[in-house]
């Protein structure tokens, strides 16, 4: 089989319409989170189009497995792969086996607090500057901030309601007055529209819902005009960043658990690690005799 150059970071959807809407109505029925079915589509889009066909078979399973392990994806990403071919060979009427991968113990990437400044300095769009303060200052997923609509936030308390947050759990997540004062501003200045009769917090530019590849693709846009090259997209700008910002200034990791809505504090306690400035000067204050 030619191997095929496939864009991971693009939701493939041009390609074997008729077989993704039939998947996209499969997970609905089933009762998937609109996130969730948002990734699978595009994963599975992406499957069909290296194996060009909407009925793989074993040997293309594991050739587009082999060709998912040589693009050197993390464990997470590859997992989440397996769970939606899984998915799409179940609506087939086939139940596959597809190995799940213990992810790796890995120091976050994270961006410093001067680097999210100049990020901030070069974003010249109301609405997208108003997008990465709610996002940052919340610590949302970028689904999450798809999901919410203008009765989620509470700009006198400084809190937003997350509906949809991961495992369908909501939540209540504080921002502050920094955050609370653009989004003012981007309200006073934003047209009302509903969509499928809820009135979204933000909304593209025609008229529907942002997808999380959008925001992410935004998020990119902004950080490569701030000169910024290292790893890292939207996720790591605002979850892994305010986590380990607050940890490095002292927060307890037990607050950071409770703001990043973890349900296990082990997974908190990645964020544990501080820049090395941090820890240089913590052990010369605390190892002393």
């Known amino acids: 089989m030619k191997r095929l150059d496939i864009d991971w970071n693009i939701h493939t959807t041009t390609d074997f319409e008729a077989a993704l809407k039939r998947f996209k109505r499969y997970l609905e029925d089933n009762g998937f989170r609109n996130s969730t079915i948002e990734g699978y589509v595009g994963n599975v889009g992406r499957y069909l189009k290296f194996v060009a066909t909407d009925k793989p078979s074993e040997k293309d399973r594991i050739s587009f497995r082999d060709e998912l392990h040589n693009s050197k994806l993390s464990r ?7 769970y939606a071919i899984k998915a799409y060979h179940r609506m087939q009427g086939e139940e596959i ?18 680097e999210v400044q100049k990020i901030f300095a070069v974003c010249d769009n109301l609405k997208h500057y108003a997008m990465l303060n709610v996002l940052f200052y ?3 997923r970028a689904s999450e901030l798809c999901s919410l609509n203008d009765q989620d936030d509470n700009l ?3 809190t937003i309601r997350v509906r949809e947050g991961k495992g ?3 939540g209540i997540v504080y921002i502050n007055n920094e955050c609370a004062t653009v989004l003012k501003q981007y309200l006073s200045v934003r047209p009302l529209l509903k969509i499928d009769g809820q009135q979204p917090l933000f909304y593209t530019d025609y008229g529907q819902r942002w997808k999380r590849t959008e925001v992410h693709r935004m998020f990119i846009t902004y950080k490569k005009k701030a000169g910024i090259e290292k790893n ?6 605002a979850r892994h960043t305010p986590a380990t910002i607050m940890v490095a200034n002292g927060c307890d990791i037990r607050i950071v658990k409770e703001v990043l809505r973890h349900k296990d504090i082990r997974t908190t306690l ?6 090395d400035k941090t820890k240089r000067e913590r052990y010369d204050q605390c190892l002393t005799l």
């Open 156 to 158: 006198k308390d400084l």
């Open 138 to 140: 919340g610590a949302l």
């Open 168 to 170: 369908g759990k909501e």
């Open 232 to 237: 890292g997209g939207v996720h790591v700008f």
């Open 97 to 114: 086996s597809y190995k799940r991968l213990n992810p790796n113990n890995y120091i976050p990437y994270y961006f410093t607090a001067h």
């Open 76 to 82: 997470i990403t590859l997992n989440q792969y397996g």
């Open 270 to 275: 990645r964020y544990a690690h501080v820049a």
